[in-house]
């Protein structure tokens, strides 16, 4: 994407979070950018164009909350695993509240559109394909599964932290590891524990 497409993208995300579905609309966009009347709509021409470049661009900043280098080797074993896993988790829930929130709206309006279903469907997979993939690594006998399972834990925690009763208790990297551990820990059967 260009620097005008990253500035574009930003606003939206940025305009999700603050007003919610309603309040994205191109003019908005062009006003929280700082940009031209007519930008967005040069850039992304309907309504549903920006909203796939609202989704595309936070997929590109979640992929920034854990680096590629940051992710374990096979060779770290399950506490590489639990390390990185609580490193993404809690720099989500500490530095990036607003990119949750907007990735709410985002979900919430897919249900509602199936041409945009398909879009955040496919652009989610390059997460999930990787966390498989390690899954496996640690020894799952059943990775998709536990995958699954897994994200689906990360998502509670998280919408419990940035919009339900615990927004104003977020836990500490260690806490978050500890729980990451215990979830693992019975995912995998006993069979590892943090420390081998």
């Given at each position: 994407?260009?620097?005008?497409?990253?500035?574009?993208?930003?606003?939206?995300?940025?305009?999700?979070?603050?007003?919610?579905?309603?309040?994205?609309?191109?003019?908005?966009v062009?006003e929280?950018?700082?940009?031209?009347?007519?930008s967005?709509?040069?850039?992304a021409?309907?309504?549903?164009?920006l909203?796939?470049?609202?989704?595309?661009?936070l997929a590109?900043?979640?992929?920034?909350?854990?680096?590629?280098?940051?992710?374990?080797?096979?060779?770290?074993g399950?506490?590489?695993?639990l390390?990185?896993?609580?490193?993404?988790?809690?720099?989500y829930?500490?530095?990036?509240?607003?990119?949750?929130?907007?990735?709410?709206?985002?979900?919430?309006?897919?249900?509602?559109?199936?041409?945009?279903?398909?879009?955040?469907?496919?652009?989610?997979?390059r997460?999930?394909?990787?966390?498989?993939?390690?899954?496996?690594?640690?020894?799952?006998?059943?990775?998709?599964?536990?995958?699954?399972?897994?994200?689906?834990?990360c998502?509670g925690?998280?919408?419990?932290?940035?919009?339900?009763s615990?927004?104003?208790?977020?836990?500490?990297?260690?806490?978050?590891?500890?729980g990451?551990?215990?979830?693992l820990?019975?995912?995998?059967?006993?069979?590892?524990?943090?420390g081998?």
């Amino acid at each position: 994407m260009t620097a005008r497409a990253d500035l574009i993208a930003d606003a939206a995300l940025t305009l999700l979070a603050e007003r919610g579905m309603r309040g994205l609309t191109h003019r908005a966009v062009d006003e929280a950018a700082g940009l031209p009347q007519g930008s967005t709509s040069n850039y992304a021409r309907t309504r549903q164009a920006l909203l796939e470049t609202a989704v595309r661009r936070l997929a590109d900043r979640e992929a920034q909350v854990l680096t590629v280098e940051e992710m374990p080797v096979p060779a770290a074993g399950l506490d590489g695993l639990l390390d990185a896993l609580s490193l993404a988790l809690h720099r989500y829930l500490t530095g990036h509240r607003e990119l949750l929130v907007a990735r709410y709206e985002l979900g919430l309006e897919a249900t509602r559109r199936p041409e945009l279903r398909a879009f955040y469907d496919e652009t989610g997979r390059r997460f999930r394909e990787p966390l498989t993939a390690l899954m496996r690594g640690a020894g799952s006998p059943r990775p998709e599964w536990h995958t699954l399972s897994l994200v689906a834990w990360c998502e509670g925690l998280m919408f419990s932290c940035a919009v339900g009763s615990f927004h104003s208790a977020v836990p500490s990297a260690e806490e978050l590891r500890v729980g990451f551990g215990e979830l693992l820990d019975g995912m995998l059967g006993g069979r590892h524990t943090p420390g081998d």
